[in-house]
Every structure is written in C-alpha cells, then in structure tokens.
C-alpha cells in the first residue's frame, strides 16, 4: 500500500483544515488507517483511527472533539477533519495503515510522507 498525504498549511488559531490521504491497492478497504503527527524533537503520536468499516473510530484525548476522522473506501481516501486549531496542533501530519485497531506507530506497517500544518496564534 503506497499512502500520500495532502492538504496541509499554514492556518490561524481557530481555523479549519481537512487533511486527506489516498491510497493505492485494492485492499484498502481492509486496513484499519492512522494519523500520527511528529513536531520538531518531538516523538511521533497517534491522533486518530477509522476502522476498515468506519464503525470503529479512536481519538488522542488532545483531538476529541474538535478531529473527526472519515474514509471513503470507495476512494481509498481517509480524511481527518480539524476544526478549532490551536498553535499546540502544529505538526507534521502523517497517514499510515495496518491490520487491525492500535495507537503505536511502531504497529503500523505503511506510511505516506506526511503534510505539514502550522497553526499560528
């Protein structure tokens, strides 16, 4: 599975943004799919997973409520939408996938390159 990772930027405190990750293969339908963001000398943390059938979703504490993570199998997409960005949000976001429900990014076997977001205050 090969994973690309769009639409980040550069945004105010407050605002909106929808990241989007599209997948190649036929199988995406069947993994469960994570964000991770990393910030500069920071480990990498989980931020959010959908389920292969959208019923299971898992929010980092730091997102709920204000992340709410989608997927389109029928585009191999996965979608995390941010609202109420704070300047703490700033990262770089990456997509990744797996068999199976977990927030360890070391668990996971496939990743995209990642999409900055910066949020300023």
């Known amino acids: 599975v090969q994973l690309q990772a769009s639409g980040g930027g550069l945004v105010q405190a407050g605002d909106s943004l929808r990241l989007s990750c599209a997948a190649s293969g036929r199988t995406f339908s069947t993994y469960t799919m994570g964000w991770f963001r990393q910030a500069p000398g920071k480990e990498r943390e989980f931020v959010a997973a959908i389920g292969s059938r959208s019923s299971n979703t898992d929010y980092a504490d730091s997102v709920k409520g204000r992340f709410t993570v989608s997927r389109d199998n029928a585009k191999n997409t996965v979608y995390v939408q941010m609202n109420s960005l704070k300047p703490e949000d700033t990262a770089r976001y990456y997509c990744?996938?797996?068999?199976?429900?977990?927030?360890?990014?070391?668990?996971?076997?496939?990743w995209g390159q990642g999409t900055q977001v910066t949020v300023s205050s």
């Open positions: 990744a996938a797996r068999y199976g429900f977990s927030r360890l990014p070391r668990e996971y076997d496939y």
